[in-house]
């Protein structure tokens, strides 16, 4: 889950104050003569720096439908900030981070659907959990615009539970060349033959 750098952040915001910066002969004729203030016509890119995520996702109907009271009756608070309210977890806290296991399935906390196998796993060093692929028809993509930058969100295609974003092209040794970064909270796994081990440094 990837942010912009905050010097991209900085340059911004200080483009924006030099573009509103009252020089100081216009600050005196503004006090000395009162006028009607006309508000600052919108900014798309900052409706869509600070504004929610995909909206896609929440407009799709899910096999699995449950009101907000419903979700927050089956998930702990943080289960329910980041699969219902699209939340992320601090990078390297999650349980399944540096959880490796040579069978398994992976599957959502919400509804207990299959998402991912644990050979699908791999060692990123991303701070999330990793996946080159899901079990098909398992996940769904939308475009997020959050942030300032454009992204792929994936969801649950059960119960649309926000697991992350999926990054292509970063060049990682997989069949896919493909990173599902995915919350570990979004996750419960369920061993098939062996149990799970901590991986060794």
């Known amino acids: 889950m990837r942010f912009p750098p905050f010097s991209n952040l900085l340059r911004t915001f200080s483009a924006l ?22 508000s600052m016509p919108t900014l798309p890119f900052l ?9 896609q996702s929440s ?10 009271d419903e979700w927050r009756a089956v998930l702990s608070p943080e289960q329910f900030r980041i699969l219902r309210e699209k939340g992320t977890e601090k990078p390297g806290s999650g349980k399944y981070d540096k959880f490796f296991s040579e069978s398994g399935v992976y599957k959502c906390a919400g509804c ?28 769904v993509r939308h475009e ?5 930058m454009t992204r792929t969100e994936i ?35 369920s061993p098939e033959d062996k149990p799970g081990q901590e991986e060794t440094k």
Not at 17 to 38: G, I, M, Q, Y
Not at 114 to 126: E, Q
Request: net charge positive; aromatic share 10%; hydrophobic share 25%.
């Open 155 to 189: 969801c649950c295609a059960n119960c649309g539970g926000h697991l992350g974003h999926v990054f292509k092209g970063e060049g990682y040794p997989t069949p896919t060349d493909e990173r599902h970064c995915v919350n570990s909270i979004s996750l419960n796994f």
């Open 17 to 38: 104050s030099h573009l509103t910066r009252v020089r100081p002969l216009d600050r005196e004729r503004l006090l000395l003569k009162p006028s009607t203030l006309k």
């Open 47 to 55: 409706g869509s720096l600070f504004g929610s995520r995909s909206s």
């Open 112 to 139: 207990d659907a299959p998402l991912y196998k644990a050979n699908h796993k791999f060692k990123s060093g991303c701070g999330w959990p990793a996946y080159y692929d899901s079990i098909p028809g398992a996940v």
């Open 59 to 68: 407009n799709m109907s899910y096999p699995v439908q449950k009101n907000p």
């Open 144 to 148: 997020d615009n959050s942030f300032g």
